[in-house]
């Protein structure tokens, strides 16, 4: 059972276009952290949320933890082809243990 | 910089060969972790550490056992390969409930 499912899985789109991604569960997270990959190497810790509600920004990047702490978006602008990338939302469900979610491989077209 | 080093980028071993994967930090973090990645079901758990000589099993342990005799060190190892353990390995560590650190992930093939 997959405890944190993102959409979408995958996203094409055009340089200078916007973006949402989506990871949610029916299970409430003490945390939420945002990690991208690039080919060949390992995921790179992007944000981490805590309090419900929470937003946090990374230059074009947006990310938002739900009040209910249950699921998260991040939102980019004007996307770059640098931006590339699998993207993963984890969980924190306590003990420091992390549930990642199937991530969304993301791919932007100069 | 912070690093987690994994020995192997790649690896190829033959069904029923006991195989080793070695992951070292060095950030002095408590936790260590062995993950799996394979296409559309992102990372898996497999093994923990909070401590050294300590141990927890992950979401899918079954084939797969572990040793921390040094705190930077976390070894993940499989006692008798199959072809279904061919999959993406990560090694993380983290202090505490902060973020984790991934190493650069070895891509074991077993044939």
């Known amino acids: 059972t997959q405890l944190l499912e993102q959409s979408p899985q995958f996203l094409s789109i055009q340089e200078g276009e916007n973006l949402t991604v989506y990871c949610n569960s029916s299970?409430?997270?003490?945390?939420l952290q945002w990690y991208r990959q690039e080919p060949g190497e390992g995921p790179v810790l992007l944000v981490t949320?805590?309090?419900?509600?929470e937003v946090k920004k990374l230059k074009r990047l947006t990310f938002q933890f739900g009040d209910a702490r249950k699921d998260s978006s991040l939102h980019i602008t004007a996307a770059q082809p640098g931006d590339t990338g699998l993207y993963l939302c984890?969980?924190?469900?306590?003990?420091?243990?992390?549930?990642f979610g199937q991530g969304t491989r993301l791919t932007i077209n100069p | 910089d912070v690093k987690v080093t994994q020995s192997s980028r790649y690896l190829v071993k033959r069904t029923g060969e006991k195989v080793f994967l070695e992951c070292v930090q060095d950030?002095?973090?408590?936790?260590m972790f062995w993950y799996r990645q394979d296409p559309g079901l992102g990372l898996r758990l497999i093994y923990f550490?909070?401590?050294?000589?300590?141990?927890e099993k992950g979401d899918i342990p079954e084939g797969y056992s572990v040793s921390r005799e040094k705190k930077e060190r976390f070894s993940l190892i499989l006692e008798s390969a199959s072809t279904n353990q061919t999959s993406m390995y990560l090694c993380?560590?983290?202090?505490?409930?902060?973020?984790?650190?991934f190493g650069s992930g070895t891509r074991l093939t077993v044939v």
């Open positions: 993380a560590s983290s202090l505490k409930e902060y973020g984790y650190t």
């Open positions: 984890a969980g924190a469900r306590g003990a420091q243990k992390l549930v």
């Open positions: 949320v805590v309090t419900g509600g």
């Open positions: 550490s909070y401590d050294v000589k300590m141990k």
């Open positions: 299970s409430v997270f003490s945390s």
């Open positions: 950030m002095d973090h408590e936790n």
